[in-house]
């Protein structure tokens, strides 16, 4: 959300590249915990095995790794391949959201708690971003077709001068 929110809304500005990267890196800290822990309980339980979630938390350890070598390997803005990676680097990030909270769901469903708060509470947390986002991104496009609306105006009156004069 901070880079595809905060980059140019609500004016242009350099912070949100440092804040983005403050984030994955939190983010990459507390996964890799994670997957430390799930190594040691995965280790300590041998008879207990859960395929789709030890499946899941590879792909997303792997690729979340693949993803952090983005503040070495990252090209500069002027390079010719810079298209291409920005389409791998957002389209990568996207699914390592979706299976994150795919493989959370995985994860309350394996501990079986006895109520079913650890769900709910995830799921309004999942609500309560999905609200901040199509907020958001209402705002987002309302600008941008605020935009251009306006650029076409402009264009429309820079081609008939004629109807300027009065």
């Known amino acids: 959300m901070i880079v595809r929110y905060f980059r140019v809304h609500p004016k242009k500005s350099g912070w949100w590249l440092g804040l983005h990267v403050s984030f994955q890196i939190v983010g990459y800290t507390l996964g890799t915990i994670g997957w430390i822990i799930g190594l040691w309980l995965g280790h300590a339980s041998r008879y207990y095995t859960f395929p789709k979630h030890r499946t899941l938390s590879i792909f997303i350890f792997t690729f979340a790794s693949l993803q952090m070598l983005a503040l070495r390997l990252r090209p500069r803005s002027k390079d010719e391949y810079v298209k291409f990676w920005n389409l791998y680097h957002h389209s990568l990030g996207y699914a390592l959201l979706a299976a994150i909270a795919i493989d959370i769901f995985l994860g309350i469903g394996i501990l079986k708690p006895a109520d079913r708060s650890w769900k709910w509470s995830y799921v309004g947390i999942l609500g309560i971003l999905g609200l901040i986002f199509l ?8 600008k941008f077709l605020a935009e251009k609306d306006k650029k076409k105006k402009e264009i429309q009156v820079n081609n008939n001068p004629s109807e300027n004069i009065k």
């Open 135 to 142: 907020v958001f991104e209402t705002y987002s496009w309302t």
